[in-house]
């Protein structure tokens, strides 16, 4: 006859579980440690009189001095906690911290703050010790460590996804409520839009530029192809094509004469530096360019093409 005991669970992963509990609590103080540091540092006298840099300084170097903060705080800590190996689970701690703290940027973007503080920063570096206790505990079993390894490698990856996302919905959001109609040309081949956004300085704005596809303008011959665009409101010295001063400003700006090109399109500006202006409805749009190289018939497609166009249509602009 045989019988089976029951009870406790088996004393292995009653200890893993302790094991990790106890590396994510030293996560948990070396962090808050790290943060009280820095508030007592940064607001201490000597840092708010220091010369030169100042608490800026200190700051810079606070970060770069983190890691190692972490390892050999983690080390000794770990040890009096009767974590083992302790160098290891410290080492690995250390680097998934920096990790996730490092790639792992869209959950600040989550509504997590009190006091302007991240608790995030404290979060991921907790996370990153029990992630370290389990990871150096046993090579066995190795298939939920794999696992573990590739979904840590997708935090790059997703991250970027992720954060391109929540920046695209964040500016169709602030272009819904932007008080200028947003009015976008037929965008020419070989362009596309960015620096899409609104400013409220002097009067409503809304601006962006055509820039070349494939590459980053870096010489002034590429800058010279790249194209500005301003919309606003039609200012009362807009009156084409006696005066052209399209967009108000707080500082007097001259308010040139203008030359019809095509029906509802003006074009000022000397041989090179040429502004051209196309009205709809209430709205004027201000297009500079360089000229050449950017041809008068790319230009003036442009002004023809302006229509009041939906959020979507600057995303990731």
């Not at 046993?138 to 939920?144: A, G, N, T, V």
């Amino acid at each position: 006859m045989t019988s089976t005991k029951t009870g406790e669970p088996p004393s292995e992963p009653r200890r893993a579980a302790r094991r990790t509990l106890r590396a994510a609590g030293v996560g948990l103080g070396l962090v808050v440690a790290l943060f009280l540091a820095k508030w007592l540092l940064v607001s201490s006298s000597a840092c708010r009189d220091a010369p030169g840099w100042g608490c800026l300084g200190v700051g810079v170097l606070w970060r770069d001095a983190i890691p190692f903060v972490l390892f050999f705080g983690g080390w000794a800590s770990l040890r009096v906690a009767g974590v083992r190996p302790a160098w290891l689970t410290a080492l690995v701690g250390t680097g998934l911290s920096w990790y996730l703290l490092r790639y792992l940027t869209v959950v600040n973007s989550v509504s997590w703050f009190l006091g302007h503080v991240s608790w995030v920063q404290f979060v991921l570096p907790i996370a990153g010790f029990a992630l370290a206790a389990w990871f150096t505990a046993s090579l066995h079993p190795w298939l939920p460590r794999m696992a573990v390894a590739a979904a840590l490698a997708l935090v790059v990856p997703m991250n970027t996804f992720a954060a391109s996302q929540i920046t695209e919905s964040r500016q169709e959001s602030a272009l819904s409520a932007s008080p200028v109609p947003l009015l976008g040309p037929r965008v020419p081949s070989g362009y596309h839009i960015e620096g899409v956004g609104t400013q409220t300085t002097t009067a409503p704005t809304f601006h962006y530029r055509l820039a070349l596809d494939g590459r980053q303008a870096t010489t002034m011959a590429e800058l010279n192809r790249e194209i500005q665009v301003s919309v606003a409101h039609v200012q009362p010295r807009f009156t084409p094509p006696s005066h052209c001063a399209a967009i108000n400003s707080t500082y007097p700006v001259p308010a040139p004469a203008c030359t019809a090109v095509a029906p509802g399109v003006w074009r000022s500006g000397d041989s090179q530096y040429v502004s051209y202006y196309v009205r709809v409805d209430d709205t004027v749009a201000d297009i500079q360019a360089t000229s050449p190289p950017v041809s008068p018939a790319v230009l003036t497609a442009i002004a023809r093409s302006m229509r009041v166009r939906e959020p979507s249509y600057f995303a990731g602009g």
